[in-house]
């Protein structure tokens, strides 16, 4: 998992709590993502940061919020309008030219009651 | 749009027999092609990449991946799987000149190694 970080592991919330999710890097990566993996459903991508103090959404970002305060961290809040919150969500990092080769954290599962 | 599909959810090998997991993508362009693999509660692992050149690619841990182009595939192969092999393969796609945002991730492939 190489110099990204998630905590924590294992994440449970009730309903209409908003809860953030920690994401670490120390590899200097510019980019960093959020992604979302739900059982067979492979990942989607919630958000991503390319850069401090920018970031988009990605394919399914309604319901969630993040900020890229500084370069290492990239904190994804799941809002209470998140319709379906449990999942297991995994952050990832990359250089600037090469995007394509992310190095992703171990990953928080969250669940909702 | 670009998509990719891997058509089968589990694949099954003995230990010491060669495995295949099939992977077809569908994008505008030359496509840039990915496989990764995670185990068990763990973040994804990057194996190896295509993104021009030799058709056979190899990558991490003895595997390798051939692009065909007719076909529209990236299947992953390995000549001899060994049981820590086990775990969930992903393979990846992104068209080319696109951002990073527009790397697709297929739904997984789950291979297990039995002794």
């Known amino acids: 998992d190489g110099g990204i970080t998630q905590s924590p592991k294992y994440l449970f919330r009730k309903e209409g709590q908003n809860v953030t999710l920690s994401c670490e890097q120390n590899?200097?990566?510019?980019?960093m993502y959020w992604y979302r993996q739900d059982p067979g459903q492979g990942l989607r991508l919630i958000y991503y940061?390319?850069?401090?103090?920018?970031?988009q959404k990605g394919d399914i970002a309604e319901g969630y919020s993040v900020s890229r305060e500084k370069k290492e961290s990239f904190p994804l809040t799941v809002t209470s309008a998140q319709k379906n919150p449990t999942a297991f969500y995994l952050c990832?990092?990359?250089?600037?030219?090469?995007?394509?080769?992310?190095?992703f954290g171990p990953g928080t599962r969250l669940t909702v009651t | 749009a670009q998509s990719v599909a891997q058509p089968e959810d589990q694949v099954n090998v003995a230990e010491g027999n060669p495995l295949t997991v099939k992977c077809t993508y569908s994008?505008?362009?030359?496509?840039?092609l990915f496989w990764y693999v995670q185990y068990p509660n763990r973040g994804l692992q990057f194996l190896l990449k295509?993104?021009?050149?030799?058709?056979l690619v190899k990558g991490s841990y003895g595997f390798e991946a051939e692009f065909n182009k007719s076909q529209t595939s990236f299947h992953l192969k390995k000549p001899s799987a060994l049981v820590s092999d086990s775990a969930l393969y992903f393979c990846?796609?992104?068209?080319?000149?696109?951002?990073?945002?527009?790397?697709?991730f297929g739904s997984g492939t789950r291979l297990s190694i039995r002794p």
């Open positions: 990846a796609v992104r068209a080319p000149y696109s951002s990073a945002s527009k790397i697709i």
């Open positions: 590899l200097n990566h510019d980019a």
């Open positions: 994008v505008s362009g030359n496509p840039y």
């Open positions: 295509y993104i021009t050149g030799d058709n």
């Open positions: 940061s390319q850069i401090v103090n920018d970031f």
């Open positions: 990832a990092s990359s250089t600037g030219d090469r995007p394509h080769e992310q190095y």
